[in-house]
């Protein structure tokens, strides 16, 4: 666990992950996204099978929330909802209400509503430089998913 763990989140049909809500440095400013690094239980398989059945593009792919099923909304008692749809079924994770999240939210609506929601497998941390070196490197594995928010 980590300062940053958010207690109390849920995962239904997500693979079991450490949630990391932050803001990532783009040419065209800062995009809102939420990061999870699944659990050291959770296999490669699992996760390959989650983003497939989600389409979540590869890190050499662009991901756009006009093609995404997955949508985002702040519940009236402040946890934020992020669920993912297929033909399958759907999936969501839960987060808790924390003022963290109240800040989060506040900045990706004034973004423009999307957020990104990545999947980085392997990582030993959750921490922010751990998160950076991964991104930055050329051969570091990386699913991203864009969603776009619905009032609750």
Do not use: K
Not at 8 to 28: F, I, N, R
Not at 47 to 60: L, W, Y
Not at 85 to 97: C, N, T
């Amino acid at each position: 666990m980590t300062a940053r763990e958010l207690y109390g989140s849920v995962y239904e049909g997500v693979p079991d992950s450490t949630a990391v809500p932050t803001g990532l440095p783009t040419m065209d400013g800062t995009l809102p996204a939420l990061i999870l690094i699944p659990n050291a239980d959770v296999t490669d398989a699992e996760v390959r099978d989650f983003t497939a059945r989600h389409r979540f593009a590869s890190r050499e792919e662009t991901a756009r929330a006009a093609d995404s099923q997955a949508r985002w909304s702040l519940e009236p008692d402040g946890r934020v909802s992020i669920t993912f749809l297929s033909d399958e079924g759907a999936a969501r994770i839960v987060l808790p209400a924390d003022p963290r999240i109240t800040n989060w939210t506040s900045f990706a609506r004034l973004s423009g509503g999307s957020i990104s929601v990545m999947l980085l497998p392997g990582l030993e941390s959750a921490d922010l430089q751990t998160i950076g070196r991964h991104l930055a490197r050329p051969d570091g594995e990386y699913w991203h998913l864009s969603v776009g928010c619905i009032p609750a």
